[in-house]
């Protein structure tokens, strides 16, 4: 799976890429036919805590993937949005 990285705003440091990749190489557990993965970085409004949004846009055959969250820190919103992606590819997988 090719996975690229896409920030807004910002310069992600090297062990957010590492964390990135790590987690979504795990998806191909669950799902082995996903061809790509965009993640895209944004800090929204700097006023507020949870203003860090990550959203992941898995290219698997027949539809695309889309899941987004916003929390904290992109960690935290990678990990909510590899949860959601987990469930959705398990799913996609059970009906194919």
Known sequence: M???VQSMGLTPHAPLEEHIEKKLNKLENYYDRIVE???F???ENKTEKDN???EIILAVPGEDIVVKKTSTTFEQSLDQ????AKKL???KKETA
Do not use: D, G, P, Q
């Not at 949005?81 to 959601?84: G, M, N």
């Open 52 to 54: 860090k949004t990550v």
């Open 37 to 39: 993965a965009k993640v």
């Open 2 to 4: 090719k996975i690229s």
């Open 89 to 91: 590819l398990i799913k």
């Open 81 to 84: 949005c590899v949860e959601v």
């Open 41 to 43: 970085l944004k800090a």
